[in-house]
């Protein structure tokens, strides 16, 4: 699991980093409110675990924010506001589970582990854009009801694009989240795969849905076709 931390005591956050850690995670602690929004809602995580007392931005704050913006991330909130009233509010705000301080690292551990098979239970194998349609347990790939033959590279650079519509991605994070590596020409490889996608899932079709976004990089989503453009005589 790749797990965000928003936590700004820093002796908790390295515990919590370490315990996650060592179970098989990847953290990324972050210790300020502002950042930590900035992260929640630019970058996929797995799960978020959320301290509500944090420098700059309120987690509560953050909560919503990644709410409003349609992220489902699963968020475990972690905080010394243990009173019944903090908690409601934050399960009301879209949290999906709530720790009080003091903690046990088990305990937290359990959560995280419980969280992450109900995200699991509830994930449908059939991702969608457009006509476009991907069976994650077959991986079998069909457009407009045609089957698409795609090597295991290209698959998993439309699966993950597939699970975070409307993200643009640089290169560098496709690299690391497709293939868990950093390539030595790692800018040209993502370029050399998009296009043998484009090729494949949008060159024989009117709806283009793998879109290259200026001075970041790339991400899906359904857009209509533009209307050509008038021309002077
Ligand atoms: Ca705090």
Redesign the pocket.
């Known amino acids: 699991m790749n797990i965000l931390l928003i936590?700004?005591?820093k002796k908790?956050a390295q515990f919590v980093t370490k315990a996650l850690t060592e179970v098989g995670h990847e953290v990324v602690s972050i210790l300020r409110g502002d950042e930590g929004l900035t992260a929640a809602t630019t970058k996929p995580y797995d799960i978020i675990i959320l301290?509500?007392?944090?420098?700059g931005v309120d987690?509560i704050e953050i909560l919503r924010a990644v709410r409003e913006r349609s992220i489902s991330t699963p968020v475990l909130i972690l905080?010394?506001r243990g009173s019944k009233d903090d908690r409601i509010q934050g399960l009301d705000e879209g949290a999906d589970d709530y720790l009080p301080k003091p903690f046990a690292m088990e305990e937290l551990i359990a959560r995280v582990h419980a969280l992450t098979r109900r995200v699991g239970a509830q994930k449908s194998p059939i991702l969608r854009m457009a006509d476009l349609v991907l069976n994650e347990t077959t991986r079998d790939v069909f457009r407009s009801g045609t089957k698409l033959y795609l090597s295991i590279r290209e698959y998993g650079l439309l699966n993950f694009l597939m699970h975070n519509p409307g993200r643009a991605f640089t290169r560098t994070e496709l690299c690391e989240h497709v293939w868990k590596s950093a390539l030595d020409d790692e800018t040209n490889a993502v370029d050399v795969y998009i296009q043998r996608l484009r090729r494949k899932v949008d060159e024989d079709f009117p709806v283009k849905l793998i879109q290259t976004i200026r001075n970041i990089g790339y991400m899906m989503q359904e857009t209509s076709v533009e209307a050509p453009v008038a021309t002077a005589a």
């Open positions: 936590e700004d005591e908790i301290d509500l007392a944090l420098p987690g905080t010394a």
